[in-house]
Nanobody
Framework: QVQLVESGGGLVQPGGSLRLSCAAS????????MRWYRQAPGKEREWVAT???????YYAKSVKGRFTISRDNAKNTVYVQMNSLKPEDTAVYYC????????WGQGTQVTVSS
């Protein structure tokens, strides 16, 4: 059974940091491209960052220089370190695994507010 379980969300002040984790099971994690997406209230889901199976990373312009995606294939886990958070980063963050098929997690809420 495929599972992606996100964790690490919460409430943080502007300028603060959070690290999200996504624990995967039920598929060959190391061979999948892993991505983070987010969806703010009233907006469409948007892509945030990607890490390829070989470790190459890509970022949306809005988060480049502030977010860092990484993966630990031994732990079947992908992370996103989010620094210098802004109120506009407030969203539900979703983990995605992509190969021939796409798998999604249930999401974790990140709220950036003073």
């Amino acid at each position: 059974q495929v599972q992606l379980v996100e964790s690490g969300g919460g409430l943080v002040q502007p300028g603060g940091s959070l690290r999200l984790s996504c624990a995967a099971s039920g598929f060959s994690f190391s061979s999948y491209i892993m991505r983070w997406y987010r969806q703010a209230p009233g907006k469409e889901r948007e892509w945030v960052a990607t890490i390829a199976s070989g470790g190459t990373t890509y970022y949306a312009k809005s988060v480049k220089g502030r977010f860092t995606i990484s993966r630990d294939n031994a732990k079947n886990t992908v992370y996103v370190q989010m620094n210098s958070l802004k109120p506009e980063d407030t969203a539900v963050y979703y983990c995605n695994a992509h190969n021939i098929l796409d798998y999604w997690g249930q999401g974790t809420q990140v709220t950036v507010s003073s």
